[in-house]
């Protein structure tokens, strides 16, 4: 690979450099403490904060691969897939017609890809860090479950009212939480809860496998607690991945479960399903918001997005080959010649359709492929393994199933606080599914 080539004329120049400097030889602990920060931030921090810890990263990683001997790149079909979907998005913005705009969010879209890059060979070289960096989201993701119970206890007024409240009693609104992410929206909180919610997966499974029962048992409310807490946020579009979440969880953990326990673990499900049921018919507001889910055109906000969908059908009929450029300045201008009055929108309100619109039809299989294959690849080890890392991969798979699924209804997937999670997830699959990764000693087919 001609790249590697390049990368090892460059490492040698500066070989007798890196050989006296402390700080060089220590990189990676740097970079380890940019991704903890991102991770961090991203709960509390503007948009703009969690980018500089992760443009710090970025920049240390780059400075590792030029100057630590025997960095290399290394190319998955995955990575491949990216690639040409980069390259799409690259043709894409420098065909749009609002350049400008379209180049700020090429800039993001470069960010996180770096990011991507800077975790895969952070982690490669230190594996043992995946369970530190989980913990540490599991962490910030407790801190948001309380602030959630914490909201809604208090009903906080400021943005509980954001549901169609037209055809409803009094007692069928519902208070809506939104955390302490930046800008407070119940659903981009909602997002937020669903991809972190599987990282608290790791307090739970982890202890099982050291026999450590009372440490599993505090683990699993964690988890039901960050559970809840998306339920509050009243996201409709977060209750459907979440149910998605829960189903390919008991999937995985049945598969590991020995007969005798398979048959308990079924009929735990069938009572936590009854239990949930009975929960959901029993509080009003809940019901209310359920079932607005089917209400189709009779709910003002599902109207709303499918006035949107037929809007963004029309810009992707006429730009369906490279579509208008990627950003929401860009998208938000070319919108407004093809909605309809008074159906003002910031995106496509489904990420799958907002990356056709933005980047042609080509861009949506280039990622939809390369989503599939790293998916593929995990389900794969799951199957075939059974050793620590599949408790990484197995959380990593519940995390982007819930955003997969809720991004069918919403772009918060796009905000910086979801999108570094995916790609760290994406990562974690990527690490460890590696053909020339090393596996446990324990490791079995």
């Not at 008991?250 to 479960?257: D, P, R, S, V």
Request: glycine letters at 6%; proline letters at 2%; hydrophobic letters at 50%.
């Amino acid at each position: 690979m001609l790249l590697n080539k390049v990368l090892g004329f460059v490492q040698n120049l500066f070989l007798p450099l890196y050989n006296k400097s402390f700080v060089l030889k220590n990189l990676d602990f740097f970079i380890y403490i940019s991704i903890l920060l991102v991770i961090i931030s991203s709960a509390y921090a503007t948009s703009d904060t969690i980018s500089y810890f992760a443009i710090f990263g970025i920049i240390l990683t780059l400075i590792k691969l030029l100057m630590k001997p025997g960095e290399k790149f290394s190319m998955t079909t995955g990575d491949k897939l990216l690639l040409i979907y980069f390259m799409i998005v690259i043709i894409s913005v420098a065909g749009s017609s609002l350049f400008i705009y379209s180049l700020k969010g090429f800039c993001k879209t470069l960010i996180y890809l770096g990011f991507y890059i800077t975790f895969i060979h952070y982690i490669k070289d230190n594996r043992g860090k995946v369970k530190y960096i989980l913990l540490v989201l599991a962490g910030v993701t407790m801190v948001e479950s309380f602030q959630a119970f914490y909201q809604n206890f208090l009903s906080v007024s400021e943005i509980s009212g954001w549901q169609d409240m037209s055809r409803l009693n009094p007692e069928e609104v519902m208070t809506r939480v939104y955390g302490t992410l930046k800008p407070y929206n119940p659903n981009l909180f909602g997002g937020y809860m669903l991809a972190a919610l599987p990282s608290t997966l790791v307090l739970i499974y982890l202890p099982l496998l050291n026999k450590h029962i009372k440490t599993a048992a505090i683990g699993f409310i964690c988890f039901i607690l960050s559970a809840v807490s998306i339920i509050l946020t009243g996201c409709r579009g977060a209750y459907i991945g979440l149910f998605a979440e829960f189903i390919i969880l008991a999937f995985i953990t049945y598969k590991f479960l020995k007969p005798f326990y398979k048959k308990i673990f079924l009929a735990l499900i069938s009572a936590f399903t009854a239990i949930i049921t009975f929960i959901i018919l029993s509080i009003t507001s809940l019901r209310a918001r359920v079932f607005s889910i089917f209400a189709m055109r009779d709910d003002s906000s599902n109207s709303f997005r499918f006035n949107v969908y037929n809007s963004c059908m029309e810009m992707l009929r006429d730009n369906f080959l490279l579509g208008i450029g990627v950003g929401n300045q860009n998208f938000r201008e070319i919108y407004g010649l093809y909605m309809k009055t008074g159906f003002d929108a910031l995106s496509a309100y489904n990420i799958y359709l907002e990356i056709a619109v933005e980047s042609g039809i080509f861009a949506l299989l280039a990622f939809i492929l390369f989503l599939g294959c790293n998916i593929k690849r995990a389900v794969q080890y799951i199957l075939r393994r059974r050793n620590p890392d599949v408790i990484y991969l197995s959380i990593a798979l519940v995390s982007l199933t819930g955003m997969m699924i809720h991004g069918f209804v919403d772009t918060v997937f796009f905000r910086p606080q979801i999108q570094f999670i995916f790609w760290i997830m994406i990562g974690i699959i990527r690490v460890i599914t590696d053909k020339g990764s090393k596996v446990y000693l324990y490791d079995r087919k």
